[in-house]
């Protein structure tokens, strides 16, 4: 599956930490409708017989066309969406506050405490009581 941005240019290296991917489909080229017609033709002879028989073929001048309804050739694709300064700076906060957080926890692991205490410093973390 491609990958193409915002200005439908192929990506090859994908840099997730900097932007995020999302599916779409594209419409690669449109077909009109199409009316039938029912052609023109004549007989040529191509040998004839003593006996008034003849060989014949039909040749087309214009060959039939068959009616087909109007349709859109599409392909799905994965669009990449470059993440704004503002978003990326709102992910590196959020990604350093989960750090943050996972360190306090870790070392509240470690730390010699009773459940009682545990449970406290963890209710801390989750519902902003301890920063």
């Given amino acids: 599956m491609r990958i193409l941005d915002k200005d439908n240019n ?8 900097k932007g995020y ?9 449109h077909h009109d409708a199409v009316e039938a017609k029912a052609g023109k033709s004549h007989v040529e002879v191509i040998k004839e017989y ?12 214009e060959k039939p066309v068959e009616a087909k309804e109007a349709y859109d050739e599409t392909e799905e694709i994965q669009r990449y969406h470059a993440y704004s300064d503002d978003e990326l700076a709102e992910r ?10 996972a360190t306090k926890l870790n070392s509240l692991y470690d730390a010699e405490m009773t459940f009682s205490d545990l449970v406290d410093a963890v209710a801390g973390l ?4 301890a920063e």
Avoid: C, F, R, S
């Fill in 126 to 129: 989750l519902y902003g009581g």
């Fill in 21 to 29: 991917l999302k599916a779409e489909t594209i419409v690669i080229k």
């Fill in 92 to 101: 590196a906060k959020a990604k350093e506050k989960e750090e943050n957080n």
């Fill in 50 to 61: 003593p006996n008034g028989g003849k060989d014949v073929v039909t040749v087309w001048d």
């Fill in 10 to 17: 192929e990506v090859t290296n994908v840099d997730l930490e």
